[in-house]
């Protein structure tokens, strides 16, 4: 299983950015996936999840509204849309998937909201 996160970069507050998640060695479609973001000092956070069928989405309540979760299961991509970002969204974001009871991670992507 290989996860590969792009998209990161330095927005002003107010911006929008949109994350993706290219994943590779087990079949994309079957497994439920997320992201988490990890600000720096603090412990990684769930931002949201998507099923693998993308027909249902779960978000943290401090960016429901303002992030949208999808995926596309024939280029094997998982994205995450982020608008109206603010400086407190500025970490680290990771894409993840639970397969055969492992969990994978990416190497993550950084985002920084700053003026």
């Known amino acids: 299983v290989h996860l590969a996160e792009s998209g990161g970069a330095l927005v002003q507050p107010g911006g929008s950015l949109r994350l993706s998640c290219l994943a590779s060695?087990?079949?994309?479609?079957?497994?439920?996936m997320s992201w988490f973001r990890q600000a720096p000092g603090k412990e990684r956070q769930l931002v949201g999840a998507?099923?693998?069928?993308?027909?249902?989405?779960n978000y943290d309540a401090s960016v429901e509204g303002r992030f949208h979760i999808s995926r596309d299961n024939v280029k094997n991509t998982l994205y995450l849309q982020m608008n109206t970002l603010k400086p407190e969204d500025t970490a680290v974001y990771y894409c993840?998937?639970?397969?055969?009871?492992?969990?994978?991670w990416g190497q993550g992507t950084q985002v920084t909201v700053s003026s």
């Open positions: 060695g087990y079949t994309f479609g079957n497994y439920p």
């Open positions: 998507i099923a693998g069928n993308g027909g249902g989405t």
């Open positions: 993840t998937v639970r397969v055969d009871n492992t969990r994978y």
